[in-house]
């Protein structure tokens, strides 16, 4: 599975750390870091290219298009600007008992949970 933008730009940054503090640089590390901050700079230029035509063919106004990232931002849970992985088990409806967030179907009882139940939505933009 292709990491995300933020999950790259965590590990980026977190290696990065470790690296400086350590007043070294590890030249396999180095090669990872590059090659996590090509993948960046291309989902980079890959939003800025998707945000570009739905401006230019007017698909979305600027104002419109804001309004959903803060709704997309919220979808974590938090409104920070980023979009984080929310790793807290769901207690399913099926057996009561916690599973990962992650899984598409309960890890003890096998209920497959609706998209809408694993994200916690605000309201849409209208
Ligand atoms: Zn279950």
């Known amino acids: 599975m292709p990491l995300s933008g933020a999950a790259a730009a965590r590990a980026y940054g ?3 750390a470790v690296l ?3 007043g070294r640089i590890d ?4 090669g ?5 901050q090509g993948r ?8 800025q290219t998707l945000l570009m035509i739905l401006l230019e063919k007017k698909v979305i106004h600027e ?9 997309v931002d919220e979808l974590d849970g ?9 790793k807290t088990p769901v207690v399913c409806p099926g057996c009561g008992r916690n599973s ?27």
């Open 63 to 71: 104002d419109e298009f804001k309004e959903w990232m803060l709704y």
């Open 27 to 30: 030249h396999q590390a180095r």
């Open 100 to 126: 990962p967030r992650s899984a598409p179907k309960c890890v003890y009882c096998g209920h497959e949970f609706e998209p809408e139940f694993l994200l916690r939505r605000p309201e849409k933009p209208a």
């Open 20 to 22: 400086s503090s350590a």
């Open 78 to 86: 938090t409104r920070d600007g980023r979009l984080r992985e929310d």
């Open 32 to 36: 990872t870091l590059d090659s996590l």
């Open 14 to 16: 977190q290696a990065n």
């Open 40 to 47: 960046i700079d291309r989902q980079d230029l890959i939003i």
